[in-house]
């Protein structure tokens, strides 16, 4: 047994000191709640007894245990790097995801150091297996299952009696982890997965959509969040002030349009989505705000698809990659979508870059517009060609030239090599925009057109550069019927852009005047 106990409390204390490594810094063990130890404790005896009965080695089971807990405080430091949040319980469903998606996170891990990680691991376990012995073999089968049955019945008790006085949590995860430590705050988090959400907190307008009077008048709509869309040149001169023509265009003449504020940065898409669907705030969402759709799936709330296709709407929904990432092909068919064109509706021809070019989409657009049986159209679409890694394209001679003369003469910077890249898809983007809103402006029914970016992008190297920008997006709302003013900039948060279009749809219906763009 001696072996055994050594590898118990050797391994444990390790456990606690590992947090050390955690940026930013958590509160150390003596520091924290008595009730977060009694986690951890109780914890690392079921974690122990799992993965001793598994590996039926002492040592093995300890090491093991400690290199999986190092795994995952370098997807937190990726994550917190990348995307200014701590790993979340949440998460842990990304590691299958970054099997079957390797292109969207093993980068940001570092392809070297998986690589490296994997070699080393497969060295370990037939290291351990060849040179420590078998532990039942060793001190006998009954004593062996009376070792594991302690273990259990201790680490059940010891988690039961810590989970039963844990404080509430602020759900701000980085405060969260701090005052925890990493296993009372992921058990923290995990218990309140299954919440239901509370659906009176959904906007009037979604769960009781007013009447139109005049359903011929209705327009069509198509809503694009455009991935990774923002206007650069609010955050950096280092950007040239003519690279979004179109934008600047429908911006002077949208009904609204302003800085948005969105609940991601870099990633988790969607949360926006998500947001701008529901109408719910992270305030409202609890802990499903870090990832919404999973509960959306098991209770669809009240949402912007479901009031349009009240009014009388067909609703496609327009995504070129796998349908079934994030969840999307439940999701959205349970929020009232009736139609998903995924990856599947496209081939590799289209791709600009890394993904599915946004000229791909507007043509799918106008194919939708054009094929229309009679009913208004709804068309949500979620782009793709601006996602990230960045780093794992390389400029094009002309893709300098989106950079203003200060920032371009004479060099072309290594630091601003992922700006070039996002440039040139910044700008695919705009192309796309334009011809939205050309094909809105042929149609007799006339049209409205809302375009939101999701989050700023992942370019680290750039921000060290030039500093980081607000986080914020930007999006508008434009109209084939002219606007009465030029609109000021009005900011917004996402959660209220999709209740905003759905009265700007209500209002276009009311209005018969004459449409000078449905002319043009």
């Not at 080695?57 to 290199?67: D, N, S, V």
């Not at 969040?225 to 003519?242: K, T």
């Not at 669809?300 to 999307?328: D, E, M, T």
Request: net charge neutral; hydrophobic share 45%; aromatic share 10%.
């Amino acid at each position: 047994m001696t072996p055994l106990l050594f590898a118990f409390f050797l391994g444990g204390t390790l456990s606690f000191l590992l947090e050390a490594l955690i940026r930013p810094r958590v509160r150390p063990p003596w520091r924290r709640p008595l009730a977060a130890a009694l986690v951890h404790l109780g914890s690392w005896c079921l974690l122990y007894a799992t993965f001793l009965l598994l590996v039926q080695r002492p040592w093995f089971a300890a090491a093991f245990i400690l290199c999986l807990q190092l795994v995952l405080l370098q997807s937190h430091h990726v994550k917190w790097t990348s995307l200014k949040e701590p790993f979340l319980v949440q998460d842990f469903e990304y590691f299958l995801d970054a099997i079957r998606h390797p292109r969207l996170y093993l980068p940001f891990f570092g392809i070297w150091l998986a690589s490296a990680a994997s070699l080393a691991g497969t060295a370990a376990i037939a290291a351990f297996l060849w040179w420590e012995p078998w532990w039942p073999g060793h001190i006998g089968i009954l004593p062996a299952l009376g070792t594991l049955a302690i273990l259990v019945l201790s680490g059940a008790a010891l988690l039961q009696a810590g989970l039963a006085r844990l404080p509430a949590i602020s759900l701000q995860p980085e405060d969260d982890l701090a005052a925890l430590g990493l296993y009372a705050y992921l058990w923290s988090y995990a218990r309140q997965i299954k919440r239901p959400l509370d659906v009176r907190l959904s906007p009037a307008s979604f769960r009781q959509p007013p009447k139109v009077h005049n359903p011929d008048a209705l327009p069509h709509v198509v809503a694009v969040q455009s991935e990774s869309f923002f206007d650069p040149r609010r955050w950096s001169d280092a950007v040239s002030p003519d690279v979004l023509p179109h934008w600047d265009r429908l911006k002077a003449q949208s009904l609204s349009q302003g800085p948005l504020t969105v609940p991601a940065w870099g990633a988790n898409t969607v949360r926006t989505e998500a947001a701008f669907l529901s109408g719910l705030t992270p305030g409202t969402l609890g802990i499903h705000r870090f990832n919404p759709y999973p509960q959306f799936a098991r209770q669809p709330p009240p949402n912007l698809l479901r009031a349009v296709k009240q009014l009388g709407y067909r609703c496609v929904a327009i995504h070129p990659y796998p349908a079934s990432f994030y969840l999307r092909d439940r999701v959205l068919s349970a929020l009232g979508v009736d139609e998903f064109m995924d990856i599947r509706d496209f081939d590799a021809t289209q791709k600009d870059g890394q993904y599915i070019g946004d000229a791909a989409l507007s043509q799918r657009v106008a194919q939708l517009l054009g094929n229309q049986d009679g009913r208004p159209l709804f068309i949500l679409v979620i782009t793709m060609e601006n996602h990230g890694p960045l780093h794992l394209e390389s400029p094009q001679d002309n893709d300098w030239q989106r950079l203003s003369a200060g920032a371009s003469a004479g060099s072309r910077p290594a630091a601003l090599q992922e700006l070039a890249v996002y440039l040139r898809h910044l700008c695919n983007a705009d192309q796309m925009l334009g011809d939205v809103r050309q094909c809105l402006a042929q149609q007799a029914r006339g049209g409205l057109l809302c375009w939101y970016g999701d989050h700023v992008p992942i370019m680290d190297k750039v921000y060290g550069h030039l500093g980081e920008p607000a986080g914020t997006t930007d999006y508008l709302i434009w109209s084939t019927q002219d606007a009465e003013h030029s609109p000021d900039m009005q900011p917004r948060d996402v959660s209220q852009l999709g209740v905003e279009l759905l009265e700007r749809i209500i209002a276009h219906s009311q209005d018969t005047s004459p449409s000078p763009r449905n002319k043009a």
